[in-house]
């Protein structure tokens, strides 16, 4: 037969594992559901970023087959090719003609703005959008921003095409205005990706 002290000192001893297996449980079960939840987590930003990433590669596509949009591009571009932007705004009484074309330029330079709206939302994602079509967003910019300052002023709205104003002065100082997740570096690296677009 076993001494009994020995059975006793076995069994305090079974008695304190067992009690650090207890303690240790609740921790274990603390650290999965951190560990999970940190997945998960994870698992949703991945997610969300291929979604406003489609977005955006969606919103480009239907902008490029859209003729509405083209239309309104194309009279932007010859008016400011005329070098009437400013102009149509600034002019006391205007054509029927030229009535059309203020709003095609307005509709056309609303775009930007919307698509601004999108990434400020985090709907659409600005560095896909900046790899695209960086250069002719800030060309575009340059070739409004007079018309934009009267439109301003004769309003007296200085918030008329703020966001568009300020992406444009953003990338054009090599800054992200929503990106703040990539190196500084990667801006002064990448902007010959985009190149100038009529």
Known sequence: ?????TVIDA???A???????????????VVSAVVALRVGFNAIRHQRSIARRRATL???LSLESD????????????VRDAGGLKGLIEADRLSVREQEELLHVKSFINQYELIC???????????????????????????SKDLVF??????GNLRIFERFERFATAWENN???TRSDLPSSYMSNNCQVAVKQG
């Open 1 to 5: 037969m076993s001494d009994p002290a």
């Open 11 to 13: 069994y305090s001893q």
């Open 15 to 29: 008695i304190h594992w067992t009690s650090y297996l207890s303690a240790i449980s609740p921790i274990a079960i």
């Open 58 to 60: 969606d919103l480009l």
């Open 67 to 78: 003729p509405y949009y083209q239309k309104v591009s194309a009279t932007f571009r010859d």
């Open 117 to 143: 709206c999108g990434m400020i939302e985090d709907t659409l994602d600005e560095l896909f959008y900046f790899q695209f079509y960086r250069g002719a967003f800030i060309h575009h910019w340059h070739a």
């Open 150 to 155: 009267s439109a301003r002023a004769k309003s």
């Open 175 to 177: 800054i992200f205005v």
